[in-house]
């Protein structure tokens, strides 16, 4: 089944500083790409995602990358804030009997200090 | 805004015991979804349901199983809980059926099995 690995575990920056979290994934059949912040305590919610028809989208200070061939996908995030500490999840959906199964990485939490 | 509202935040049971976790949402999603949230191993899908009284195993159904009784309720049974149990365990609603819509998150019960 799909697989997506997520790297780096832990990552500290400086506020200000560009965060970079990357991920991979196995089934060359995956289309859709989201990716989740987790706040300390609170729900997982989508901050951007990507369709494997687009190479990149961005929406503020964050943007997301698709590379297919490489099969992988990767979140930036620019002119860090220290609100912006939080688990981070990227996520690849693939069809599997007539659902797309939505597969979670393992998370990357990210520490932004002031 | 989408509202997704688990029962018990925090549940400590013993081994052995039947566990039920309930999940309501309001925004008449036809989708809804069980996590369990680990360290490490992010998030994996229990079981998902796209329709009343229709259920479908996720990654990892076993010692799980679930009821859909009415389109706004999901809940999660744990017929005899153990202790490899425990953990965070995430509702979810959608509105479309495939996996390419936002997921919207409950707040989570976190389980301890003794």
């Known amino acids: 089944g799909e697989n997506v690995e997520q790297h780096p575990s832990t990552l500290s920056v400086q506020e200000g500083d560009s965060a970079v979290i990357k991920c991979t994934y196995s089934d060359s059949a995956s289309n859709y790409f989201p990716w989740y912040k987790q706040e300390l305590g609170k729900r997982p919610q989508l901050i951007i995602d990507?369709?494997?028809?687009?190479g990149e989208k961005k929406d503020q200070r964050i943007a997301v990358t698709l590379n297919k061939t490489a099969k992988h996908f990767s979140l930036h995030i620019t002119e860090t804030q220290p609100e912006d500490s939080a688990v981070y999840f990227c996520a690849a959906s693939k069809r599997n009997t007539g659902f797309q199964k939505l597969v979670f990485g393992t998370g990357t939490r990210l520490l932004v200090s002031p | 805004d989408v509202k997704v509202t688990q029962s018990s935040r925090y549940l400590v049971k013993r081994t052995g015991e039947k566990v039920f976790l309930e999940c309501v949402q309001d925004m008449d999603h036809e989708n809804m979804f069980w996590y369990r949230q680990d360290p490490g191993l992010g998030l994996r899908l229990i079981y998902f349901s796209y329709d009343v009284k229709m259920k479908e195993k996720g990654d990892i159904p076993e010692g799980y199983s679930v009821s859909r009784e009415k389109k706004e309720r999901f809940s999660l049974i744990l017929e005899s809980a153990s202790t490899n149990q425990t953990s965070m365990y995430l509702c979810a609603s959608s509105l479309t059926g495939d996996f390419t819509g936002e997921l919207f998150f409950g707040e989570g019960s976190r389980l301890t099995v003794l």
């Open positions: 990507i369709r494997s028809n687009v």
